[in-house]
């Protein structure tokens, strides 16, 4: 039977509480709304973080030796909240400043759960690969920051402010911020979300809005045209989908001008939430990325798969999640003997015990430690993403089933219902 015809129920067991933590991540962002356009300020300020510059054209030559930010006074050190003064957190350096930018950007969960109503309440797209990063356009530049901090590219563009031209026009506050992708092959910025727009902030504006506006705002900047003089990267949106059977095949096998790194899925309602969020998600498999089961520096699919979690103080092991799942215990005379701390970062292989579910919940790990991970990484890894890569290696979550999942949920909405008897 061919994929599209498939109308049988999509019913898989219980893994997680994903689908519950939508609910109240949807119920949450009604409830409490924070002061975005401060949110906003204050990562543009973070990001740029220049001396001011005379309104004299960008030469090439300056464009990409940009030094990192000096580092914060010892008595600062340390400071590192979600609250940090703009001072403060555009000095930030190493560890600290890897930290306060990658909880800066929306960061999807991995697809373990397919969500209910999702023909009706998501949008997908094909996500680019390459390099996530952060983009600040203000006082005639522009910045891009990876999520461990570090400056990509200084450079001029088109977007508002972006560049020191004669015609350049708005205040200091009028900036721009975008969720972006760099395609290194293409030089190209690949748009997936607008945060903020010529000051006004967006970050309480649904998916539905934010992506109106991406694409209406941005080809009227000419910021999608060709690199020039003033415009170093060509910018560029993506195709995004409503959610049905039509939009998920054309996302998953339409052509795209970049190369795929698996789909993306947006709540239509979600506001543009920092940190780990259920409301967006990845999903890949091998024909729509090159990497779905996670390999090692040489590109070797590990012939174990391979966890990174934070110690705790009470030597518990975590993921990044908020409250993150604890995956085991460490002694305490093993954490002593090896030199750990509190807040290390660790790794670990799920050896032949594997994981073992309850009810949907993890009971236990089987783990084996590894060792200490690189210093450049900045979280643990998600749940989502610990079971995804387990589904990967035993019961896949398959394109069909996500097919089939949208079908049953059309024939559910399009079956008469039974009229009502009046006594």
């Not at 930030?92 to 800066?104: I, N, T, V």
């Not at 947006?266 to 091998?286: I, R």
């Amino acid at each position: 039977m061919a994929p599209h015809d498939l109308r049988r129920p999509f019913k898989r067991p219980a893994i997680s509480d994903q689908q519950r933590r939508r609910e109240l991540s949807l119920l949450r962002q009604t409830q409490h709304r924070r002061d975005a356009q401060l949110q906003a300020r204050c990562l543009a300020s973070s990001v740029l973080s220049l001396p001011s510059r005379t309104s004299e054209p960008v030469s090439d030559a300056e464009i990409e030796l940009v030094p990192e930010p000096e580092s914060l006074p010892e008595q600062e050190s340390g400071a590192l909240t979600k609250d940090l003064d703009v001072r403060q957190a555009s000095r930030l350096k190493g560890a600290e400043a890897r930290k306060w930018f990658a909880e800066q950007l929306m960061l999807p969960e991995w697809m373990i759960d397919v969500p209910d109503r999702l023909s009706h309440d998501w949008y997908v797209f094909a996500r680019p690969a390459g390099k996530r990063c952060i983009i600040v356009s203000s006082n005639g530049t522009t910045i891009s920051r990876l999520r461990n901090g570090s400056i990509l590219h200084h450079f001029p563009s088109a977007l508002p402010c972006g560049a020191r031209t004669r015609d350049v026009s708005g205040s200091a506050q009028s900036y721009c911020i975008l969720d972006c992708i760099f395609h290194e092959s293409d030089q190209t910025y690949y748009v997936i979300d607008m945060v903020c727009w010529r000051g006004y902030s967006l970050y309480d504006c649904t998916a539905e809005f934010r992506f109106f506006w991406l694409n209406s705002k941005l080809e009227e900047t000419g910021a999608c045209g060709p690199p020039s003089h003033y415009h170093k990267f060509r910018f560029s949106p993506v195709s995004i989908y409503n959610c049905d059977q039509s939009g998920l095949l054309a996302s998953y096998t339409g052509a795209v001008p970049y190369v795929k790194d698996g789909l993306l899925f947006y709540n239509k309602h979600a506001h543009y939430q920092t940190g780990n969020t259920p409301l967006t998600l990845v999903w890949k498999d091998e024909n729509c990325s090159q990497y779905v089961i996670d390999t090692d520096s040489k590109g070797q699919v590990l012939s174990q798969q391979q966890v990174v979690l934070e110690l705790r103080d009470d030597g518990k092991l975590s993921t990044s999640d908020d409250p993150g799942v604890i995956f085991g215990c460490l002694d305490g005379e093993f954490i002593q003997m090896s030199g750990l701390h509190s807040c290390d970062l660790l790794k670990f292989a799920i050896s032949d015990g594997g994981l073992t579910l309850v009810d949907g919940k993890l009971e236990k790990a089987d783990l084996h430690y590894l060792g200490k991970v690189n210093r450049a990484r900045v979280f643990a890894d998600s749940y989502s993403k610990v079971m995804f890569q387990h589904m990967v290696r035993h019961t896949p979550l398959k394109f069909e089933d996500l097919l089939a999942s949208i079908n049953f949920s059309d024939d559910q909405e399009n079956k008469p219902r039974d009229s009502e008897m009046v006594g």
